[in-house]
């Protein structure tokens, strides 16, 4: 059984930092074709934060959303089947339960295996 597990978020005030983690178990990262980070405001739609090949020979850029541009880094480190996202100047409008998912196809829209999310929460 798949089990994608975030942590590392929190409270943190506007301009901090927060490096959040994905850890897979029951399939590798590397099995995967993309893997990324989701995040939802409360009444807010799901968006795409950020998303990386999940292997080096998968030759596909790396996705960052225009409001975290140069803020954010996603990162992974394949031999510990762990995925990063290094958040810093946040923002209040960064405020939402962070997800940590992976598919299996890269022409696939939708995503295959989901984490339970972590809350960030950003105070002004």
């Known amino acids: 059984q798949v089990q994608l597990v975030e942590s590392g978020g929190g409270l943190v005030e506007a301009g901090g930092s927060l490096r959040l983690s994905c850890v897979a178990s029951g399939r590798t990262f590397s099995s995967y074709a993309r893997i990324g980070w989701f995040r939802q405001a409360p009444g807010k739609e799901r968006e795409l934060v950020a998303s990386?090949?999940?292997?080096?020979?998968?030759?596909?850029?790396?996705f960052y959303a225009d409001s975290v541009k140069g803020r954010f880094t996603i990162s992974r480190d394949n031999a510990k089947n762990t995925l990063y996202l290094q958040m810093n100047s946040l923002k209040p409008e960064d405020t939402a339960v962070y997800y940590c998912?992976?598919?299996?196809?890269?022409?696939?829209?939708?995503?295959?295996?989901w984490g339970q999310g972590t809350q960030v929460t950003v105070s002004s």
């Open positions: 990386v090949p999940a292997s080096n020979w998968i030759r596909t850029v790396t």
């Open positions: 998912a992976a598919k299996t196809s890269i022409s696939a829209q939708s995503y295959d295996d």
